[in-house]
């Protein structure tokens, strides 16, 4: 695995870095998805705890932008989740993302750790390098009730979803499957 990171970071320094703005970068990057994952899940819990699994769905339909907007306001990076089956208004992935998404998958197939998975690199476009970031999210059994197959799913959910998602393909995951990323990005200065 380390051999893969380096791989990533070293695509990234010989394209244009100085070696310690990349580091500080990947490094706030590394923060913003503790802290971002870190309210998440106790939002997440507290939510199916205190009101069900249906007021979850409208939990995680307002607060996980409004986590994501603090994370960016606080860091100044753009913050996202993506999939490449995706359920939110901002989680389809763009063509980097989906290349590192698909990319992540095979690492995963090959057997390599998710946890310690993660992609930064600085992309150029039309002139303009964006630094990018993104790291896997992987499906754990408590997000089965709403991303898992259609047994898994109770009515009340199915109901919900289909309310606030019509187009939602962010179903048929199953534990350990990845089931999006975190992606930042910011451009470079
Ligand atoms: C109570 C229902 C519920 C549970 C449980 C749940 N999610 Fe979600 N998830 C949602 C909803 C609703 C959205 C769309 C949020 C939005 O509108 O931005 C979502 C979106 C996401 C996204 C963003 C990408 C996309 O497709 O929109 C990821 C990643 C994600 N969930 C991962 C998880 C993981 C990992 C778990 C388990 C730890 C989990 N979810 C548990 C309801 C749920």
Redesign the pocket.
């Given at each position: 695995m380390k051999k893969i990171l380096l791989t990533a970071l070293i695509g990234g320094l010989t394209l244009n870095a100085h070696a310690s703005e990349v580091n500080s970068d990947l490094q706030e990057a590394r923060q913003m998805v503790k802290e971002f994952g870190g309210q998440?899940?106790p939002a997440?819990k507290g939510?199916?705890k205190a009101g069900g699994?249906?007021e979850?769905?409208a939990?995680?339909?307002t607060k996980?932008?409004a986590i994501a907007k603090a994370v960016s306001e606080k860091h100044d990076w753009n913050v996202n989740?993506?999939?490449l089956?995706?359920?939110?208004?901002?989680?389809t992935p763009d063509a980097w993302e989906t290349q590192t998404l698909k990319w992540f998958e095979e690492q995963i197939a090959a057997g390599v750790s998710p946890k310690t998975l993660e992609k930064f690199e600085i992309v150029k476009a039309e002139g303009k390098e964006t630094i990018r970031y993104m790291k896997p999210?992987?499906?754990?059994g408590?997000?089965?009730?709403?991303?898992g197959s259609a047994e898994q799913i109770p009515d009340g959910?199915k109901a919900k979803?289909a309310q606030?998602?019509p187009n939602d393909?962010?179903t048929g995951f199953k534990e350990g499957d990845i089931?999006?990323?975190?992606s930042f990005q910011k451009a470079a200065n």
């Open positions: 998440l899940k997440l939510a199916m699994p249906v979850a769905v939990m995680c339909n996980a932008p989740r993506v999939s089956k995706p359920r939110g208004a901002t989680a999210v992987m499906t754990g408590v997000c089965l009730t709403c991303h959910v979803l606030l998602y393909k962010a089931r999006g990323a975190f």
